[in-house]
Structure formats: C-alpha cells, structure tokens
C-alpha cells in the first residue's frame, strides 16, 4: 500500500490519514463509499487528490463547507491536514444519505476532528455562510454555483476540481452565471484541475 509522503505531510497527518482510511475501506464493504473498482488504488484516486485541497487553506481560521461529502473527500481529508496548518478552523460536511453520514460522525469523532455533518439536501440547508466551499464529483459548474451562491460569504471562494471537460463546464455556467476563475493543475492527475471560483453572482 502507498502511503502519504512524509516530506508532504507531517508524521501526525500521515498517521490520522492511515487510520481514516482503515476505517474508510471497513466501511466501505458495507454502504460503498467509494467504487470498489479504486480501492486498490486509494492513496492516489481519493487522499492525495482530496489531500491537495488543503493547500488552498489559509493559516487563519475559516469555515469550510464541503458538499456531496460521501466518504468525507475531500472533507474529513483536508480536516486532517488542517489540524496542523489551520488548526482553528472548523468543517461542514453535507450528506443526504444517512448512512454516510452516519461514517462522517463516526470517523470524525474517532478522529478527534471539528466537524458538524448534516444529513439533508443541499438545496434544504440553511446557508452555511462558509468562508471556503468545495465539492468534488457532485454536480455539473453551473449547479455547483447555484450550491455556492447559498452557502459560500459573499468575499468566500470555492473549490471544485474538474476533469479534462473544465472549460466546457464554465462556459455553460457562465451563461447563468458571473464568476472570476483561478484554474490550478491537480498534482495528481494530468488531465485534472481545480476550479477557484469567486465574486459569484447570477446574470
């Protein structure tokens, strides 16, 4: 098994991603948190992706949203890395399905992590007011924006990682919406980058 690099990450942050992911596999077998078909492969398709994330994490404390958070990626990773570079920041993590929710709470408070998890609708969530929002393999842009415009502050940005379809996706989002855009290369796929949006408004 491949394991964070510890020239990346700290002995601690490398230690609570190994114990988050004995508990993701061991809850996988039941509820299918993540396809079966990456398991093999879940240090490279899921923590290192989501661990990238938390470089965008600023050293002051902020209020993070991450929506869809299913098997908490990137939520519950970047929580993790955050506990040494942001260590007042808190997490929202959004999960219609109950089982998942359900792992979230329990992963999180085995963790030791400051999260809060709601198990309702994204569209039925009171708004979050997060300083920083993300969702990974959620939605489509131009709905994602619909979810930030709800639950991101006004002066906040947002975190989406797209695939090789990214330009596409934001010109069909800006045909609803305004945005500025920071397009960042994924340091673990090639084809892959993250979306920085902010000075979101609808048109």
């Not at 939520?75 to 089982?99: H, K, N, Q, Y």
């Not at 929710?101 to 997060?130: D, M, Y």
């Amino acid at each position: 098994m491949t394991t964070p690099n510890r020239a990346d990450v700290s002995r601690e942050t490398s230690d609570a991603l190994m114990r988050f992911v004995t508990l993701l596999e061991k809850w996988n077998a039941a509820i299918n948190l993540i396809g079966k078909s990456t398991v093999a492969d879940i240090w490279s398709r899921h923590i290192e992706d989501s661990l990238q994330l938390a470089r965008f994490l600023p050293g002051k404390a902020v209020l993070w949203a991450d929506l869809g958070s299913g098997g908490g990626l990137p939520g519950l990773v970047v929580a993790i890395a955050a506990r040494e570079t942001s260590p007042e920041s808190r997490f929202v993590l959004v999960e219609s399905d109950l089982r998942k929710a359900t792992f979230l709470r329990e992963a999180s408070r085995q963790l030791a992590l400051p999260v809060t998890v709601h198990a309702n609708r994204i569209e039925g969530l009171a708004p979050i007011n997060a300083d920083i929002l993300s969702a990974r393999a959620l939605a489509p842009l131009r709905i994602l924006c619909g979810y930030a415009d709800r639950h991101l502050k006004p002066d906040g940005f947002a975190l989406f990682p797209k695939g090789e379809l990214a330009a596409q996706e934001i010109t069909e989002a800006r045909s609803q919406w305004a945005f500025d855009v920071d397009s960042v290369p994924s340091l673990t796929q090639s084809s892959a980058q993250i979306l920085k949006l902010k000075g979101l408004r609808h048109v």
